[in-house]
């Protein structure tokens, strides 16, 4: 069976392989792994998302097929409010399985855009002129309700909706994805007779692409959410604490990852080759940062689209402070074949690519990439998929959470929550109720 695979090879240059699979990084690797599925470690208030894909019923799974297919019939757009995790792993999902101008086919049906996710108040005021008129549905997707850009989003949503059509028509239009015991958004929803998915209490917003948040509005896109659960599961089985660790792609990750940061490479790149994979990026950026950015420690995660930043970032990349390292999503197969044409005047000299496709070219310039960024000494691991699919990509989202988890715990830290992030909400409270 085609899976996930992942190359080291580039990294031993800097780290020798026995450093990596030494029996003393083999017990702690292991430690961590079995710590994270035990529900032993710190945070283990917030491991529900170890076993989801193992535990997702297809009763669920079909519940969820069942809502979406109703707003798709229902509207033309939906808008999917949400911030951080709550928003991010179904962006990254739909935006690399779906087309790439989806959004400008009108016999695409509904159009998925969103909001809560910032407070641009331009953006807000553009979003509400475009649904006038047009058949809308809302996802809103908040464990608590009172999160500030979700929060002001729903509200200013909710209001143009209900001046739209009546109020029994607003109950099928809106669904909420909350947590199932308590909240503003779970009070509010229950009054109002909304359909009501849940978040498990003890999933967290960034590790809940597996759970309603993710998966709602991923078979609003029409994407196979039973496919994407599939291949979680798969990677479910490959990653678990029986696992021999050199088997064991998350936590070989996670070791090679810190054992680069010891020799002071504290920026963390993951690039791709693929545009539809710009999503995940911002995903698996917010998965680390937030979950291992503690106590003045943790690898910064930055991300880069190539070839597109070679002609931005390439220089300081290649060239730079050497205090990164490059983990590279490679996608093996493309969907579609683009040949380059031969033209009658060659101007620009590129006859010689006659026939040639442009996965063949841009799997050259990758390889060129990744040999000229080592030889500038930088570490490169690869992550190899094999093509751009529900399965795949369900694969490659559960390996980043697992390898997550067990990189926070190998870092010293609490994977599992985010204190600084309340920090600035303090303040921003504080300044607003000033100004009243």
């Known amino acids: ?113 969103y909001a809560g996710h910032h407070l641009g108040e331009e953006y807000l005021y553009e979003l509400l002129e475009f649904l006038k008129g047009k058949s809308f549905g809302i996802v809103v997707i908040s464990k608590s309700g009172k999160t500030t850009e979700p929060a002001i989003s729903f509200r200013l949503l909710k209001n143009q909706l209900e001046e739209s059509v009546d109020k029994e028509e607003v109950k099928k239009r809106i669904i909420a994805v909350t947590d199932p015991q308590e909240g503003a958004l779970l009070e509010l929803a229950k009054k109002e007779e909304y ?79 693929n545009p539809k994979l710009h999503f995940v990026g911002e995903w698996w950026k917010q998965l680390y940062g937030e979950s291992e950015g503690k106590e003045n420690k943790g690898i910064f995660p930055a991300t880069v689209d190539f070839t597109t930043d070679l002609h931005s970032m390439g220089q300081w990349i290649q060239e730079g402070e050497r205090s990164i390292f490059e983990t590279v999503i490679s996608v093996e197969n493309s969907r579609y074949s683009v040949l380059v044409p031969e033209v009658e005047v060659d101007l620009d000299k590129l006859n010689y690519l006659k026939g040639r496709s442009i996965g063949d070219i841009n799997e050259k310039a990758e390889q060129g990439t990744q040999q000229a960024h ?44 985010q204190p600084g992030v309340e920090a600035y909400k303090r303040n921003m409270f504080a300044l607003l109720k000033c100004d009243m």
């Open 1 to 113: 069976m085609k899976q996930i695979n992942l190359d080291f090879s580039k990294v031993f240059r800097f780290i020798p392989e026995k450093r990596i699979f030494d029996q003393h990084q083999t017990i702690t690797a292991e430690k961590a792994n079995r710590d994270l599925e035990q529900k032993t470690g710190d945070g283990n208030d917030y491991l529900g998302w170890i076993n989801l894909p193992s535990s997702t019923t297809e009763t669920l799974l079909d519940e969820i097929q069942e809502s979406a297919t109703v707003l798709r019939e229902k509207c033309e757009v939906v808008v999917v409010i949400g911030i951080g995790g709550s928003y991010l792993g179904a962006k990254a999902v739909i935006d690399a399985i779906s087309g790439s101008f989806d959004n400008f086919n009108s016999n695409k049906k509904p159009l998925i855009v």
């Open 195 to 273: 359909k009501i998915f849940y978040i498990p209490s003890d999933v967290g917003g960034r590790y809940s692409i597996f759970t309603p948040a993710g998966l709602l509005p991923v078979a609003l896109a029409g994407i196979d959410i039973k496919r994407l659960i599939s291949g979680a599961k798969e990677m479910e089985e490959r990653t678990k604490k029986e696992v021999p660790f050199e088997k064991n792609p998350a936590a070989v990750y996670a070791v090679v990852r810190n054992e680069l940061y010891k020799e002071g490479k504290k920026i963390e790149i993951l690039a791709n080759f």
């Open 374 to 417: 080592v030889d500038g000494g930088v570490p490169n691991i690869k992550i190899v998929i094999p093509e751009l699919s529900e399965f795949f990509i369900g694969q490659l989202l559960y390996f980043f959470e697992r390898a997550c988890g067990i990189s926070g715990y190998l870092l010293g830290v609490n994977p599992f929550d």
